[in-house]
């Protein structure tokens, strides 16, 4: 039993995880990939997270991934 504490003692703590910012290619629309692997639709407004809706990725989906600076620029939570 020791032996096993002294092991969890010394693992690395759990990695925070991130979200993800892309644009999706057809509609030009922000689509942000939550640190819980939901994807948002942004809107083009003032608060757009506030203001999400739920976005569907499928097969004939075309996201491309922005640079992380824009989770600030779109006054991401995380």
Same mark, same amino acid.
């Given at each position: ?21 892309? &644009?999706?290619?057809? +509609?030009?629309?922000?689509? @942000? ?8 639709? #942004? !809107? ?12 569907? &990725?499928?097969?004939? +989906?075309?996201?491309?991934? @922005? ?8 006054? #991401? !939570?995380?």
């Amino acid at each position: 039993m020791d032996e096993e504490r002294r092991i969890e003692d010394e693992s690395p703590p759990p990695r925070k995880r991130k979200g993800a910012v892309f &644009v999706e290619r057809s +509609t030009e629309q922000w689509v @942000v990939q939550d640190p819980d692997g939901n994807f948002w639709a #942004l !809107p083009a407004v003032d608060e757009p997270w506030l203001n999400r809706r739920p976005f569907e &990725v499928t097969d004939e +989906t075309g996201l491309d991934p @922005v640079p992380g600076h824009y989770k600030h620029i779109l006054n #991401l !939570p995380f």
